[in-house]
């Protein structure tokens, strides 16, 4: 899905519509994609009622909770923003298609001068978005994965420890 050289040189966006596609975009139909009533209930149910509804053990998990409350919902509203705006998108995404068509329809037999501007200029996006992709699930992954594995080291350590010292554990926000 995200390679530097694109498969199809004359597919414009197709990575930002194979996401748009992933998130319950549908740029063939009118209606919202059923993934973002599922998006809904996941936020309800493993985010929104057990940060509310249940106590904490202190003051400081109570304040790290909500925060973790506010960064997602702000995520999921920014997520459902992006939703409620799927006709313009839609619309957009129809205008691009068409224009590609009317370049590429010109130069069927050999490509001209357009189209090997928009063949170049796709693959430019193709490779910068394919490397900020990686760049965000690299960054991602590190940002939890670090405080796991400063959790697990301090396991170990008080498990080798003769004196009983505690267990840090290290909380991702």
């Known amino acids: 899905m995200l390679e530097l050289i694109p498969r199809d040189s004359r597919a414009v966006l197709s990575i930002v519509k194979q996401l748009l596609r992933l998130s319950g ?8 994609g059923r993934i973002n009533l599922l998006n809904l209930f996941i936020y309800v149910t493993a985010l929104l009622v057990p940060k509310v509804c249940f106590p904490y053990p202190s003051s400081s998990a109570m304040i790290q909770g909500l925060a973790e409350l506010i960064f997602f919902t702000n995520v999921y509203v920014g997520f459902f923003c992006l939703i409620l705006q799927h006709d313009p ?3 957009l995404l129809h205008t691009i298609d068409t224009f590609v068509n009317i370049v590429y329809r010109s130069s069927r037999e050999q490509v001209s001068l357009p189209g090997r501007t928009l063949i170049s200029l796709n693959m430019k996006i193709q490779k910068v978005f394919s490397i900020y992709c990686y760049y965000v ?5 590190t940002y939890w994965t670090i405080p796991c594995l400063m959790t697990y080291r301090s396991m170990y350590k008080a498990s080798l420890s ?9 909380p991702n926000l």
């Open 25 to 32: 975009f549908n740029q063939d139909t009118e209606r919202i």
């Open 162 to 170: 003769q004196n009983g010292s505690s267990i840090q554990f290290y």
């Open 89 to 91: 998108y839609r619309k």
């Open 137 to 141: 699930a690299a960054t991602a992954s």
